[in-house]
């Protein structure tokens, strides 16, 4: 075995054997369906947007976190951008993963995932349009995309209270030890590639919440709320950039920095009425 792809091995073994769902916090209870994610292993890339591209995807009480914003409250990597990219104050951030899980239900039902399947999702940043509203716990973020190689399980989770479409996702490792990935959806083409490499990061203690609303462009009425624990990350090598082309507003969005390489969390969540 490749001595690189060994390491990643050793990594995820280690993190079998240690149970971190101790460590999730505890999410509100009345929760109209469960969600649980074992064994993740996702590439993730942070991608600044054009908010005009999706802005009918936006619900009115919300509106999106910006990089101008960001830099203005001292945020490192926000004014460092803006350096490169003066133009760009009002655009929005936003991350894109693709995901395939060891585990992955909503009340106990897994997707028939095909050959290398993997489920991609485009998320952004969001904050209340006053200020004054309390969305709940866990950083709010607006599910601007996510999909799923399952038409039966993207059908389910609609039933469920989720927002989900189909797309043909993958991600697939090498003997090398290198990941990649791929998308294809009316619109849109994403290629991806990541060889992890360096320290890792996070680990049992890490641990977070997060609030995914759906677009207002959906029939979807109900919020998902996440807790997780476990989170660990790696840096990519420097590899050719992701490729992004056709006429899906992620086609103009610009990368806030490299990619990388996450796994090893212990993920629940629940479906809740909007607050």
Not at 27 to 56: I, K, S
Not at 104 to 125: C, E, H, N, S, V
Not at 151 to 173: D, Q
């Amino acid at each position: 075995m490749n001595g690189r792809l060994l390491v990643i091995a050793l990594l995820s073994s280690s993190l079998l054997a240690t149970d971190v769902s101790s460590g999730v916090p505890t999410l509100p209870g009345g929760a109209r369906a469960e969600w649980l994610v074992e064994g993740p292993e996702e590439l993730v890339l942070y991608l600044a947007f054009d908010p005009a591209t999706v802005q009918r995807r936006l619900p009115s009480r919300l509106r999106f976190v910006t990089i101008g914003e960001l830099a203005s409250g001292g945020v490192a990597w926000a004014k460092e951008f803006l350096g490169q990219h003066p133009d760009k104050g009002p655009w929005g951030v936003s991350y894109l993963e693709f995901v395939r899980a060891r585990t992955f239900t909503i009340d106990g039902r897994a997707p028939a995932w095909p050959a290398q399947g993997a489920f991609a999702l485009w998320f952004a940043r969001v904050a209340p349009s006053d200020p004054s509203t309390d969305l709940g716990p866990g950083r709010p973020l607006l599910a601007l995309d996510f999909w799923l190689p399952d038409h039966a399980y993207v059908s389910y989770m609609s039933r469920k209270g989720y927002y989900a479409s189909y797309g043909a996702g993958r991600l697939t490792p090498s003997a090398r030890g290198r990941w990649s990935a791929a998308l294809a959806v009316d619109g849109l083409t994403i290629t991806a590639e990541c060889t992890p490499a360096g320290p890792v990061t996070g680990g049992p203690s890490s641990a977070g919440m997060q609030a995914i609303f759906p677009p207002a462009s959906s029939a979807v009425t109900h919020l998902v709320r996440i807790a997780f624990a476990g989170h660990r990350e790696q840096a990519c090598e420097a590899a050719p950039p992701w490729t992004f082309r056709g006429s899906h507003p992620l086609a103009s969005a610009v990368a806030l920095g490299a990619p990388t390489f996450q796994f090893g969390y212990h993920l629940r969540g629940g479906v809740y009425p909007h607050p």
